[in-house]
T-cell receptor, first 114, second 116 residues
Framework: GNSVTQMEGPVTLSEEAFLTINCTYT??????LFWYVQYPGEGLQLLLK???ADDKGSNKGFEATYRKETTSFHLEKGSVQVSDSAVYFC?????????????WGAGTKLIIKP | DTGVSQDPRHKITKRGQNVTFRCDPI?????LYWYRQTLGQGPEFLTY????????KSRLLSDRFSAERPKGSFSTLEIQRTEQGDSAMYLC??????????????FGEGSRLTVL
């Protein structure tokens, strides 16, 4: 079946540290991969996406590369800020009938200390 | 603002009462989704509309839950005889019906339900 596994949180870092949040997946077919972010008290926002192998999604200094050989989509940022504190969700979508099935990871809480 | 909007943002109710949430999707989006999210978890799919047709319902959606999208625009999610276990954030999302759609969803800010 389809599933997403991401590293457990919380992840606590100091400002300007390097960030990696691991995400691996299992899927039939060729999924699209997403990172969504949820800031405190807000809904989910798409952070970045990649639709095929070796694609790199990037936004707001965050990057993730679709690695089919390792079935991974790890999120990275070179220098985090306090404002990056949020919960990050890895997700994949696979076509199903006339729709897409979205499979979500459990989320990783990121805490950035000044 | 042309994003997905949800109302109310917060609802506190007593066990046994009925509650209704409203979602206004992005206007050109044909697809509308309801999810439920509890603390520390990812979103759980509840139901999905394409235009006014409800095409998919999760087993999580008990008989106490009903969703409508009567004119293919806004949607409502009603929970009857609420239970404490219904306390959660209810998220609405929309997406375009396009061959270019890759499953990306546009979420509202959610409606938080607390059942006392």
């Amino acid at each position: 079946g389809n599933s997403v596994t991401q590293m457990e949180g919380p992840v606590t870092l100091s400002e300007e540290a390097f960030l990696t949040i691991n995400c691996t997946y299992t899927a039939t077919g060729y999924p699209s991969l997403f990172w969504y972010v949820q800031y405190p008290g807000e809904g989910l926002q798409l952070l970045l996406k990649a639709t095929k192998a070796d694609d790199k999604g990037s936004n707001k200094g965050f990057e993730a590369t679709y690695r089919k050989e390792t079935t991974s989509f790890h999120l990275e940022k070179g220098s985090v800020q306090v404002s990056d504190s949020a919960v990050y969700f890895c997700a994949l979508s696979v076509p199903m009938d006339s729709n897409y099935q979205l499979i979500w990871g459990a989320g990783t809480k990121l805490i950035i200390k000044p | 603002d042309t994003g997905v909007s949800q109302d109310p943002r917060h609802k506190i109710t007593k066990r046994g009462q009925n509650v209704t949430f409203r979602c206004d999707p992005i206007s050109e989006h044909n697809r509308l989704y309801w999810y439920r999210q509890t603390l520390g978890q990812g979103p759980e799919f509840l139901t999905y509309f394409q235009n006014e047709a409800q095409l998919e319902k999760s087993r999580l959606l008990s008989d106490r839950f009903s969703a409508e999208r009567p004119k293919g625009s806004f949607s409502t999610l009603e929970i009857q005889r609420t239970e404490q276990g219904d306390s959660a954030m209810y998220l609405c999302a929309s997406s375009p019906d396009s061959i270019l759609n890759t499953g990306e969803l546009f979420f509202g800010e959610g409606s938080r339900l607390t059942v006392l």
